[in-house]
C-alpha cells in the first residue's frame, strides 16, 4: 500500500501573519505520531500570506486513524490558526500514491 500526501492550503490575515508562525511553529512539535512520515508548511510563490501545509503517512490505515485532536493544546492552536485565516480560503486535498510492482 502506498503513502498517502494530505495538504491544506488557506490565506492568513497580513496583520496576523506574525500570530499564525508562532502557531504553526508550535503546532509542529506536537505533530510526532506513528505513521506521521513529514510535516512541511510552504507559503505559495508570488501570493504573499497564502500558505500550505503537506502532510505525509506511510499508509491508508495510518492517514484514516490519524487524530489531530488528540491533544488539548494541539486542539486550542488549530483553533487559533482557524481564527488567523481568511473566511473562505481554505481548500483540502488527498493524494493516495500509485505504486507499481
Same mark, same amino acid.
Given at each position: 500500500?502506498?503513502?498517502?500526501?494530505? #495538504?491544506?492550503? !488557506?490565506?492568513?490575515?497580513?496583520?496576523? &501573519?506574525?500570530?499564525? $508562525?508562532?502557531?504553526?511553529?508550535?503546532? &509542529?512539535?506536537? $505533530?510526532?505520531?506513528? *505513521?506521521? @512520515?513529514? !510535516? #512541511?508548511?510552504?507559503?505559495?510563490?508570488?501570493?504573499?500570506?497564502?500558505?500550505?501545509?503537506?502532510?505525509?503517512? #506511510?499508509?491508508? +490505515?495510518?492517514?484514516?486513524?490519524? =487524530? =489531530? *485532536?488528540?491533544?488539548? &493544546?494541539?486542539?486550542? $492552536?488549530?483553533?487559533?490558526? +482557524? =481564527? $488567523?485565516?481568511?473566511?473562505?480560503?481554505?481548500? !483540502?486535498?488527498? @493524494?493516495?500514491?500509485?505504486?507499481?510492482?
Amino acid at each position: 500500500m502506498g503513502k498517502v500526501k494530505f #495538504s491544506v492550503q !488557506y490565506e492568513i490575515d497580513s496583520t496576523k &501573519r506574525d500570530e499564525f $508562525l508562532i502557531a504553526i511553529k508550535e503546532l &509542529r512539535t506536537f $505533530l510526532k505520531v506513528d *505513521g506521521l @512520515l513529514s !510535516y #512541511s508548511v510552504y507559503e505559495i510563490k508570488g501570493k504573499a500570506n497564502n500558505f500550505e501545509e503537506v502532510y505525509v503517512f #506511510s499508509s491508508k +490505515e495510518t492517514y484514516d486513524n490519524y =487524530d =489531530d *485532536g488528540e491533544n488539548e &493544546r494541539m486542539q486550542i $492552536l488549530i483553533s487559533k490558526i +482557524e =481564527d $488567523l485565516k481568511v473566511p473562505s480560503t481554505t481548500k !483540502y486535498n488527498t @493524494l493516495y500514491e500509485v505504486v507499481f510492482e
